[in-house]
């Protein structure tokens, strides 16, 4: 490298997983995602960062928070925010995936933001398109602007993430989430464990370095954080596990087992909530909850993600 020129760490165009990204890339976006909250407490929630920039949302799937979040972020960017509106696209009459991105780029998109149920779409859109890619969710694969929200929130909460015991409990196996926290976390130093009965927890993922239990009460007492999953209906062809009861009475948190973790323990969950399955309405609504400040980082997070992969893409030039 040229003395005097200094490589700028975000250079990535595309986010399409977490499993790509460098601790120096990660730790960079957390603090651009920092600057960005500030924005949200102004009386004018807004910075001209995107001008002029199109971000198409394209989601293949249901969607709450990463949908708005990714609306909202663009938004407070000032750029023109596109809901793709699936069910009544031209999708319906057999248009393929990059068939109908390739006419949405047609009009000038600069990012688009997708969700799909297949795993891998993401990077075969990115392949085919010259825009920049977001993946917000494909299949069980990845969720990386998800990862990267509880990445910053457990900063926050924490002042750190080297060295802190994370649990993620429930439904690894169909579990996009799970496999983009692993990582994340792993990639900043924490030590995560994955609990939940064996049929959606197998010893396959210790190969991800993670430890995997299936005795939830026996972690309680060790852990700085626990997340805990969504039991995803949708995607289990048949049941993994006997009964509902049966999974809240070994794997729910509940106000009981709260007690039994530390003080200051973080209780976390992605949402949607299963209220009373994989946790009671007391523990979501309470003190060590993290549910809502999640989905309030979520925001910054995008915010920062939208601005660096578009930046990157314009050839570095700075923020007007
Ligand atoms: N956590 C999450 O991805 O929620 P949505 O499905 O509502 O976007």
């Known amino acids: 490298m040229t003395a005097g020129i200094e490589r700028p760490v975000w250079t990535r165009k595309h986010l399409l997983t977490i499993n790509e990204l460098s601790r120096e890339e ?9 600057s960005f909250k500030e924005v949200s407490t102004r009386s004018v929630k807004k910075v001209p960062a995107l ?17 708005m979040s990714f609306e909202l972020a663009a938004q407070r960017l000032s750029a023109d925010a596109i809901d793709f509106a699936e069910k009544v696209s031209s999708t319906k009459k057999g248009e393929t995936l990059l068939d109908t991105a390739r006419n949405i780029e047609a009009m000038g998109v600069d990012i688009m933001v997708l ?10 859109l990115a392949r085919a398109v010259n825009c920049c890619v977001v993946n917000a969710g494909d ?11 509880d990445l910053f929130t457990i900063r926050e909460h924490k ?3 080297e060295g802190l015991n994370v649990a993620i409990v429930g439904d690894i196996l169909h ?13 900043l130093g924490a030590r ?16 991800m370095g993670a430890r995997v239990t299936h005795d939830f009460e026996s ?14 209906k949708e995607r289990m062809t048949a049941s993994g596990f006997p009964s509902v009861r049966e999974y809240v009475h070994f794997y729910g948190m509940n106000r009981e087992r709260l007690r039994r973790c530390r003080p200051d323990v973080l209780i976390m969950h992605p949402g949607p909530v299963n209220r009373g399955i994989e946790l009671a309405a007391d523990v979501a609504d309470g003190p060590s909850s993290s549910i809502l400040r999640q989905v309030t980082n979520g925001l910054a997070v995008r915010m920062a993600v939208l601005f660096l992969c578009q930046q990157a893409a314009a050839g570095g030039e700075h923020a007007p």
């Open 26 to 34: 990660i730790l960079f976006l957390l603090d651009t995602a920092e």
């Open 219 to 232: 972690i309680l007492p060790e852990m700085d954080v626990i997340s805990m999953l969504r039991i995803q």
């Open 51 to 67: 001008r002029g920039r199109v971000v198409v949302l394209m989601f293949f799937e249901d969607s709450t928070r990463t949908r």
């Open 175 to 187: 579990s996009r989430v799970a496999r983009s926290d692993i990582r994340g976390l792993q990639k």
């Open 192 to 207: 995560v464990t994955l609990v939940g009965p064996p049929t959606l927890v197998s010893r396959d993922f210790e190969a």
């Open 115 to 124: 969700r799909h149920p297949a795993a891998g779409a993401a990077e075969h």
């Open 139 to 149: 299949g069980q694969h990845a969720h990386p602007t998800q990862a990267l929200l």
């Open 159 to 161: 002042g750190r993430i």
